[in-house]
């Protein structure tokens, strides 16, 4: 028995072309806010990333929050809330991984009853902590959310003992495996926001899965070689980490064709 992917979206927001891709042109298009489930033979169902959710409405409701809804417009369908479409899939969460603490990847965690055990990275919670009410906004996390995450109490990755990396993935690293039996590996993803990780599932129904949160914007981008932006990157977090993560992962997706990557916001893993 293997792991499954079930790859759905839980909203979007609207933005122009270019900011997700250096070579785009400046129309607005629709980025997905993309979640996985894993159904995992040994561990029950894991979350990966939660997209929106009233939460986040609640939280982008005051000024100065409201300019972040203004600046990225999302939507929320009743249907494709996160509690709905759980159900209709009968799952039954054990634990949520959050890539990292953008609002869009931790919203849809506040509407699950009860919130699962969360893991999340030492550094990304280290940072939730720090700065103003303007700051954290700036970093992508308004503070009504920041709030109802600081009452979590989350395991964190770079707990989990370090194994050797998958084939093809040196550049990358390190990785630790928070499934105990190797199925499972979270691996730093740094540049976007602070202290990201993905999580790499070495055997899947599907084959090797790469859920790389928003390491890259898409799939064609990586096989195009075409990051972000400069000021993309610069706004969201080091545009030179991010550069070196973006490169590793094309090396690997060029190295490596049997791995299916799934980068949160592609509309072509989240159709
Ligand atoms: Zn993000």
């Known amino acids: 028995m293997l792991p499954e992917i079930i790859p759905f979206r839980v ?51 005051p000024i100065p929050e409201r300019f972040y809804r203004w600046l990225t417009p999302a939507h929320l369908d009743r249907d494709q809330r996160l509690p709905a479409q759980l159900g209709r899939h009968g799952a039954q969460i054990r634990h949520v991984v959050l890539s990292h603490l953008h609002a869009d990847h931790v919203a849809g965690l506040f509407g699950m009853d ?11 919670w280290a940072h939730l902590h720090q700065g103003s009410r303007l700051a954290t906004l700036k970093a992508g996390c308004p503070e009504g959310l920041r709030r109802r995450l600081q009452a979590l109490s989350p395991q964190f990755f770079e707990g989990f ?18 499934s105990g039996t190797g199925s499972l ?9 602070h202290g990201q990780f993905g999580l790499y599932l070495p055997r899947t129904t599907g084959g090797p899965a790469f859920l790389i949160a928003d390491a890259a914007w898409s799939r ?3 096989r195009d070689g ?24 094309a090396d690997l997706a060029r190295n490596r064709p049997d791995i299916t990557f799934w980068p949160s916001h592609c509309p072509e893993a989240f159709a």
Do not use: M, N
């Open 161 to 178: 003992p370090q194994v050797p990396p998958p084939e093809g993935g040196s550049s990358l690293g390190p990785f630790h495996d928070i």
């Open 114 to 124: 009860p919130i699962p055990p969360v893991l999340t990275s030492r550094k990304s």
């Open 185 to 193: 590996l979270a691996v730093a993803l740094p540049g976007h926001g």
């Open 220 to 222: 064609q981008a990586l």
């Open 11 to 61: 909203g979007y927001c609207s933005a122009p072309a270019r900011l997700s891709r250096r070579d785009a042109g400046w129309w607005p298009i629709r980025f997905p806010a993309g979640v996985v489930l894993i159904r995992h033979p040994g561990l029950g169902d894991i979350l990966f990333d939660t997209g929106y959710g009233p939460a986040f409405f609640e939280a982008t409701r």
């Open 226 to 249: 075409c990051p972000p932006p400069d000021y993309t990157l610069r706004r969201l977090g080091d545009a030179a980490a991010y550069l070196a993560t973006f490169s590793a992962l």
